[in-house]
């Protein structure tokens, strides 16, 4: 499969991996601002988000095929990895699959543990919402306020909204991220270990990765450290992005 993917700057590659129902754009502005200065950044779609293709199949080991197959076709033969949420775990799954196709590896606010699923997961949220009957997107905006209070997950959910011929859509693969939706929860199941340079990286106000998890983390990351951005929630890079670009500088310079 042929990811889309932008790319800023020049140096070392530094690969960035966004969250389920996300795309690349999410890591826009600290791409171009931040990381070019002393990275060849790299950030790609993945599968069934964004521009890029859509396909049934969604797993952590084929979305981390997908980045191994877009860096042979630029040729680049390892690279840092910084991956989000879902994005986290293809950037472990990566890591302890190709090994050394990975120099350094950032996981953001994500644990290998699995997860329990929502009441009612965002991705059923936007197939109820039916973009295609509504007339602006404020409508889309009004019906998705109901059920999500928090306006910046709405921004963060509407910038997957595009219009068409036909009307709106989500660019996204609803129907295949929900049929796989137990996949994208499960822990981490690799007989592996990653011996490179780790970091794990948590928002103060997030549970996504707890104290508890550092033993599990450790196993499969030897190497791993662990830094807490203050008051900042899973969103961790959009909440506070001084001191999360901050972290990351420091752990990509050595």
């Given at each position: 499969?042929?990811?889309?993917h ?47 293709p ?23 033969g390892?690279?840092?990895?910084m ?26 606010d994500?644990a ?24 602006s ?24 909204l ?6 709106f ?18 822990e981490?199941?690799?007989?592996a ?15 996504y ?9 450790r196993a499969y ?15 961790v ?18």
């Amino acid at each position: 499969m042929t990811l889309f993917h932008r790319e800023y700057g020049s140096g070392h590659p530094l690969t960035i991996l966004h969250g389920l129902l996300g795309s690349g754009g999410n890591w826009h502005t600290l791409s171009r601002n931040v990381f070019s200065g002393t990275r060849r950044v790299v950030v790609p779609d993945q599968r069934n988000h964004g521009k890029s293709p859509h396909d049934s199949e969604f797993d952590f080991p084929v979305l981390a095929e997908d980045i191994i197959d877009l860096w042979d076709t630029l040729g680049l033969g390892e690279s840092d990895v910084m991956g989000h949420s879902m994005g986290g775990k293809v950037a472990m799954q990566l890591a302890l699959t190709n090994p050394e196709r990975v120099s350094r590896l950032v996981v953001v606010d994500m644990a290998p543990r699995s997860y329990q699923p929502p009441e009612k997961p965002l991705f059923q949220i936007l197939e109820d919402a039916d973009p295609a009957a509504k007339k602006s997107r404020s409508e889309v905006d009004d019906f998705l306020a109901e059920r999500i209070p928090d306006s910046g997950v709405r921004q963060f959910l509407l910038k997957n909204l595009i219009r068409g011929r036909d009307g709106f859509r989500w660019q996204m693969n609803l129907a295949a991220i929900a049929s796989n939706s137990d996949r994208i929860l499960e822990e981490i199941n690799e007989f592996a270990t990653y011996e490179g340079p780790t970091l794990f990286i948590r928002g103060e106000q997030s549970d996504y990765i707890l104290d508890d998890d550092q033993d599990l983390i450790r196993a499969y990351f030897p190497r791993a450290s662990l830094v807490t951005i203050p008051k900042a929630g899973h969103w961790v890079h959009a909440e506070a992005p001084g001191p999360f670009a901050e972290a990351v500088m420091e752990f990509l310079a050595g």
